[in-house]
């Protein structure tokens, strides 16, 4: 299947959106998030173009949105509600006895890959892309996956991302994940 790698477009964003929704955990079944995976941040248009000034990495069959890997920068994520907490715990954290401070990172924001386009590649894409984009300007990436997301966790140990930190939230067990660029 072909499939291509792309910068989201500002009139992609209301199907980037349509593509979240449709995996937003709270529009799921047992089954589904157990199988699947899902997503939880409840992202909006403002918010998305806001994070635009950094690309966002999206996947395309024909001129359809499949997956995204959204990138959050820290300074932005630092004025986010939604990001804040993260930022602030990672600025906290280190890995291999280097603080992450020191570094210079970035959050991926979210990751979602379509039904019927899991496990074909996608996901490994989107983060290639990531890396050929960002490494240059940044050393390492991090994002947090929620426990209960065992799809997602797999994924990103499987390509390269390391658990750095675990800790709990009101709502759910957390993940703290990094990998190096």
Aim: glycine share 4%; aromatic share 10%; charged share 25%.
């Amino acid at each position: 299947m072909n499939y291509t790698i792309e910068v989201l477009k500002p009139e992609e964003i209301s199907a980037l959106l349509a593509l979240q929704k449709e995996n937003l955990k709270i529009n799921l079944d047992t089954e589904t998030i157990d199988s699947q995976g899902f997503v939880t941040f409840v992202y909006n248009p403002e918010i998305i173009a806001d994070m635009m000034t950094e690309p966002q990495i999206i996947a395309k069959f024909d001129d359809t949105i499949i997956g995204y890997a959204l990138t959050t920068a820290l300074t932005y994520a630092r004025k986010m509600t939604l990001m804040r907490p993260l930022a602030e715990l990672a600025e906290t954290l280190t890995y291999q006895n280097t603080p992450l401070s020191s570094l210079r990172y970035y959050i991926i924001g979210q990751v979602c890959v379509r039904a019927g386009f899991r496990g074909i590649g996608v996901f490994d894409a989107l983060y290639d892309g990531h890396r050929q984009l960002l490494a240059s300007r940044y050393d390492c990436c991090i994002t947090e996956i929620d426990w209960e997301n065992k799809r997602s966790l797999a994924a990103h140990k499987r390509i390269g991302f390391e658990i750095i930190h675990e800790y709990f939230d009101p709502t759910s067990q957390k993940k703290l994940g990094s990998r190096f660029a």
